[in-house]
């Protein structure tokens, strides 16, 4: 019904954009909301504590999807599936780079963008 045309690459651009400031103004919130929760105030301390840790966790998934998309443990994964598969079926196996596919790109930006408000809330902290 509706043809979907293929975006350049400006809008592209802007659409990534807008998804990373989305989930950075989003994870800004659940650390405040956490922070709340959990220490009963809010506090530059407890801001850049829970921020460090999103942004680590965000980062090391999308390093972690990063390495896997690009082949690193193709062959650990094939030679684990060749040694542990009990059937002589011969079909062809994919490699976990193929089966492991989702955009790393949005959770890296969130990441570096936390990491650099947690870098500029630490510099404010210790002024």
């Known amino acids: 019904m ?3 045309l293929p975006l350049d690459n400006e809008a592209s651009e802007v659409i990534s954009l807008k998804k990373t400031f989305f989930w950075t103004a989003t994870s800004i919130f659940l650390v405040l909301l ?7 105030e809010l506090s530059l301390l ?17 390093l972690l999807a ?13 030679s684990f599936r060749t040694v542990l598969d009990r059937t002589d079926n011969k079909e062809e196996k994919k ?9 790393y790109s949005t ?11 947690m870098l500029a809330a630490l510099s404010l902290y210790y002024l």
């Open 107 to 117: 959770l890296f930006s969130v990441g570096i963008s936390l990491l650099v408000i």
């Open 66 to 78: 990063m390495v896997t998309q690009k082949g690193f443990f193709d062959a650990i994964f094939l």
């Open 46 to 62: 407890h801001f850049i504590n829970l921020t460090f840790y999103i942004a680590g966790g965000l980062l090391s998934v999308s």
């Open 34 to 40: 956490l922070s709340v929760l959990l220490y009963r």
């Open 2 to 4: 509706f043809d979907i």
């Open 95 to 103: 490699p976990l780079s193929k089966l492991i596919s989702f955009d």
